[in-house]
């Protein structure tokens, strides 16, 4: 009869309901996986590249004094077969190439000590422990990180010239940061503004896999602070391709990115967004002076805080 069909058909829809319930609970769960697989991607991709460049010290350094202790060697052999003011030459070589083993050691040493702060910080961040803010000379810390953004690259593939002019304000001083945070910040912008630049001489000299100096462009990045009763402001600028109009209010969105392949996964720009809004600042994007792109970071001045 009438209501026994009604009754059928409510069932049956409840039945595909159910069915696609499960099914919407199915995909979530696998979103969930995905999204934890990439967070676990981008913090293993972040640990890989952040000790890349401390371990390229360790074993350059290394290298270069296990070549030395031959040389002390070397000296030390002469001694045994020669006179006595040829003696003193090569004990004092060897004195000399002794020293700059010992300051090598030192390099070494504190290189994998860096090292081993990048690891402890990661780990922390994996674990959900939130860093503590504490007073940093902001100025000393960009100078460093750029400096290490900038040999990580020379130590990279495809190495590039860059021109590296820093305009820092002394009247900055500490400002409150959670500096393992804040240091990828600047490094993840002076990687792209490397990128950028890379590509722009690619583009100047086609063909060109080594990347040389060319004589209409000179890859620059210039590094600048300020502070004003408003706050203090970091700018970082390239003079690469630039970044297109229509982009602009996309880079700092999660998973966007211009690089090709597998090259980037969209997380950089985002990361670095959310941790300088975590330090109570705004990052945004412009056009340089010199066809560029324009990094601004505006933290608010500590006694704001």
Do not use: W
């Amino acid at each position: 009869n009438e209501r026994e069909r009604a009754q059928q058909k409510e069932l049956e829809q409840a039945r595909q309901i159910e069915k696609a319930y499960e099914k919407l609970k199915a995909t979530q769960a696998q979103l969930i996986h995905a999204e934890k697989m990439a967070s676990l991607g981008e913090l293993t991709a972040g640990i890989a590249h952040e000790i890349k460049n401390p371990l390229n010290f360790v074993n350059n350094f290394s290298e270069v004094s296990i070549e030395m202790i031959d040389e002390a060697v070397d000296e030390l052999a002469k001694v045994k077969t020669q006179h006595a003011d040829s003696q003193k030459e090569a004990i004092r070589e060897t004195e000399v190439i002794l020293k700059d083993i010992k300051s090598n050691l030192a390099r070494i040493h504190e290189h994998g000590s860096r090292a081993d702060g990048i690891v402890k910080s990661m780990l922390l961040h994996s674990r959900g422990g939130d860093g503590k803010m504490e007073p940093t000379d902001l100025n000393a810390l960009i100078k460093e990180y750029v400096i290490l953004s900038f040999h990580g690259m020379r130590a990279g593939k495809n190495p590039i010239n860059v021109d590296i002019k820093m305009d820092l304000d002394d009247s900055v001083g500490d400002v409150p940061l959670v500096a393992e945070d804040f240091s990828r910040v600047i490094l993840n912008l002076c990687n792209n503004a490397f990128d950028a630049m890379r590509d722009k001489l690619a583009t100047t000299l086609p063909g060109v896999k080594s990347y040389p100096q060319s004589p209409n462009y000179k890859p620059t990045l210039s590094v600048r602070t300020k502070k004003a009763s408003d706050g203090i402001t970091i700018e970082i600028e390239d003079n690469g391709p630039g970044i297109r109009e229509e982009i602009k209010d996309k880079i700092l969105q999660p998973f966007f990115t211009t690089k090709k392949g597998t090259e980037g996964t969209g997380l950089g720009l985002s990361i670095t967004n959310d941790i300088v809004k975590a330090h109570g600042g705004e990052l945004s994007v412009g056009s340089a002076a010199r066809q560029g792109a324009v990094f601004t970071i505006a933290l608010p001045n500590p006694q704001d805080k």
